[in-house]
């Protein structure tokens, strides 16, 4: 698992109608207040949708890049193959 920073205010994308229990709104409204630690951490629905959109892109990126370690290896490995035989 990576890690990945704390989100900054800024960061988080204004939605058209905030809801004061959503952990992102609230961040949004209130850059420099703390979460209410009672409150439960809920999620409206726009930021939801934000948040999905965003593991997708990450989860592709990390594919896209898993994809072209392995096939960098695969051509390594049979250039070098290749290359024996005219050693």
């Known amino acids: 698992m990576r890690y990945t920073t704390p989100m ?23 850059p420099t207040l703390t979460f209410p ?26 594919s896209a890049e898993r994809v072209s370690r392995e096939n960098l290896g695969v051509t390594i490995s049979m250039t070098q193959r290749m290359m024996e035989g005219h050693l």
């Open 8 to 30: 900054k205010p800024e960061d988080i994308p204004a939605v058209t109608l905030p809801l004061e229990r959503c952990m992102y709104c609230w961040y949004v409204l209130h």
């Open 37 to 62: 630690g009672i409150w439960s951490s809920t999620c409206c629905n726009e930021h939801q949708a934000w948040m999905l959109a965003r593991s997708a892109h990450s989860k592709a990126t990390r």
